[in-house]
């Protein structure tokens, strides 16, 4: 893949040449350690909230910064739940600090415009708080406060392109969970993790307009996936990415 503008593959000498006249514009991945059932790997969020920054960065001559892999509980209704084994879910106060520490090292280092790319359902809010929070820190020293874009990838996919993939009907973002979008992303950009041969197919799930806790689990698919991969193709990854990369690269390029 695209390595050139991950600053976790530059030297330090490298990496500050290319933050050195403070207009350089960090992309910063934010995924999950999570289950996406029998045929993806628990990598799955952070590994295209990755590759969907680094693609965007080619092009608009941007840089991203180290993945944040920690994201926030898995909620049942957008990620199958938090009860499932393969699951890794943070406190929203540990995701809240490390997007609040990052936007504050970030500006240390003399950089002024960062983006949070969201690759993990959950996680929006508190990479929100995260970012306030440091503001108010920064606001507080004095001085030019960074700029800073907050957006989950999917949210880039056009209505077009949604009619064209989803031909019996989208079932939502929040469903899709291990569904076609995930899946035939990874299969275009990581083929090497996914196992098509394992996809458990069943109907989107329909779950209840309210949370639980302790959760039923009976209410999760036995897959863990919200709906089905089952017709996920690599051209349908790159579909998806095309809409995403250009969305995004338009979003940014207008307010940076
Ligand atoms: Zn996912
Ligand atoms: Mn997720």
């Given at each position: 893949m695209t390595n050139n503008v991950n600053i976790t593959r530059m030297s330090a000498y490298d990496y500050r040449a290319q933050i050195a006249n403070g207009e350089a514009v960090m992309l910063i991945p934010v995924g999950s350690v999570e289950q996406h059932g029998a045929h993806m790997p628990l990598g799955t969020d952070m590994m295209l909230s990755t590759t969907m920054s680094e693609l965007t960065a080619e092009q608009i001559g941007g840089l991203v910064g180290p993945t944040i892999s920690f994201g926030y509980k898995s909620q049942?209704?957008?990620?199958?739940?938090?009860?499932?084994?393969g699951t890794f879910g943070f406190d929203a106060d540990t995701v809240i600090g490390i997007c609040r520490t990052l936007v504050r090292e970030f500006d240390r280092h003399g950089v002024k415009k960062i983006v949070f790319v969201n690759g993990h359902y959950e996680n929006y809010q508190f990479i929100f708080e995260g970012v306030d929070l440091a503001l108010r820190d920064l606001a507080a020293q004095g001085g030019e406060l960074p700029r800073v874009m907050m957006l989950s990838y999917w949210d880039f996919v056009t209505p077009a392109v949604i009619e064209r993939l989803y031909p019996d009907g989208f079932p939502g973002w929040d469903v899709e969970h291990g569904g076609v979008m995930e899946t035939s992303l990874m299969l275009e950009y990581?083929?090497?993790?996914?196992?098509m041969d394992r996809l458990i197919d069943h109907p989107a799930a329909e779950l209840p307009l309210y949370d639980l806790l302790p959760v039923d689990p009976s209410l999760t698919p036995e897959s863990g996936c919200l709906s089905s991969g089952k017709v996920s193709t690599a051209e349908k990854g790159r579909i998806l990415a095309e809409s995403i990369v250009s969305g995004m690269v338009d979003a940014i390029s207008s307010r940076f």
């Amino acid at each position: 893949m695209t390595n050139n503008v991950n600053i976790t593959r530059m030297s330090a000498y490298d990496y500050r040449a290319q933050i050195a006249n403070g207009e350089a514009v960090m992309l910063i991945p934010v995924g999950s350690v999570e289950q996406h059932g029998a045929h993806m790997p628990l990598g799955t969020d952070m590994m295209l909230s990755t590759t969907m920054s680094e693609l965007t960065a080619e092009q608009i001559g941007g840089l991203v910064g180290p993945t944040i892999s920690f994201g926030y509980k898995s909620q049942q209704r957008s990620g199958g739940g938090n009860h499932i084994v393969g699951t890794f879910g943070f406190d929203a106060d540990t995701v809240i600090g490390i997007c609040r520490t990052l936007v504050r090292e970030f500006d240390r280092h003399g950089v002024k415009k960062i983006v949070f790319v969201n690759g993990h359902y959950e996680n929006y809010q508190f990479i929100f708080e995260g970012v306030d929070l440091a503001l108010r820190d920064l606001a507080a020293q004095g001085g030019e406060l960074p700029r800073v874009m907050m957006l989950s990838y999917w949210d880039f996919v056009t209505p077009a392109v949604i009619e064209r993939l989803y031909p019996d009907g989208f079932p939502g973002w929040d469903v899709e969970h291990g569904g076609v979008m995930e899946t035939s992303l990874m299969l275009e950009y990581h083929p090497d993790v996914v196992w098509m041969d394992r996809l458990i197919d069943h109907p989107a799930a329909e779950l209840p307009l309210y949370d639980l806790l302790p959760v039923d689990p009976s209410l999760t698919p036995e897959s863990g996936c919200l709906s089905s991969g089952k017709v996920s193709t690599a051209e349908k990854g790159r579909i998806l990415a095309e809409s995403i990369v250009s969305g995004m690269v338009d979003a940014i390029s207008s307010r940076f």
